[in-house]
């Protein structure tokens, strides 16, 4: 399969790397994968190509010069740009580095060198997650705001607030079975997150938390269970 013979329908992904023979390799196999790909060499022209065109999914080198892809990861979520997902590329994966990318908004992080058929796997993951199957009817109430996990939307009074791909996979599944205690290894599982990815499950209910609760610092919805993990009491 090549470029030319993809379907209109297939996924776009942005691949940002300003490692050529990388990118290159790593587009051709993407494509042969079902894939379609548009590259950029840097945060800059990465943002001429979002400006240009739509996608599904972005695979974004962190040590680039000039803007790191740790830097555009953590503006895009800031500028609240389309919450496509994000996977992070990077020699740099202790458990320090990969935290730090959650916490910038990444949905997934993948350490160099790769086999490419993780990368598929990643990507493939990633779409899934941003598509969650509803698992409800009717918007479940959390304050002032509502979750309606069929329509995978949050809606505040004045405003349909954006989540990321990893917490919108985060709010449904803890909202599929509100009141129970998930571990941060199930919810881990639910993300497809690895075993060094678990802690990584409190970088993202900590930015969950800034969307859905009034005080971040008290939740009131999104509760640890101390030793157990986390759960969701919906209501009023």
Excluded: C, W
């Amino acid at each position: 399969m090549t470029q030319a013979t993809l379907a209109e329908d297939a996924p776009h992904v942005l691949l940002v790397d300003d490692d050529a023979r990388l990118a290159a390799l790593a587009a051709r196999y993407l494509s042969e994968n079902g894939f379609r790909i548009t590259r950029a060499a840097s945060a800059v022209e990465a943002r001429e190509k979002l400006r240009a065109m739509e996608f599904d999914l972005m695979v974004l080198d962190v040590m680039m010069p000039g803007e790191t892809g740790l830097e555009l990861t953590f503006s895009l979520r800031a500028e609240r740009a389309p919450a496509m997902p994000i996977l992070l590329l990077t020699a740099r994966d202790t458990p320090e580095d990969i935290l730090a990318g959650f916490e910038a908004g990444a949905d997934d992080y993948l350490g160099k060198p790769f086999d490419p058929r993780v990368l598929v796997a990643r990507l493939r993951a990633m779409l899934r997650r941003a598509q969650p199957p509803a698992v409800q009817t009717g918007p479940l109430p959390l304050g002032e705001a509502s979750f309606d996990a069929e329509r995978g939307e949050l809606v505040s009074p004045n405003a349909r607030m954006r989540l990321t791909g990893a917490e919108l996979s985060l709010l449904t599944t803890l909202a599929a079975r509100p009141h129970e205690v998930f571990s941060r290894e199930a919810l881990a599982a639910a993300l497809g997150l690895d075993d060094v990815n678990e802690r990584a499950i409190d970088v993202q209910v900590t930015r969950l938390r800034r969307k859905i609760e009034p005080d971040p610092r008290e939740p009131r919805f999104l509760q640890t269970i101390r030793g157990k993990g986390y759960v969701l009491k919906p209501g009023a």
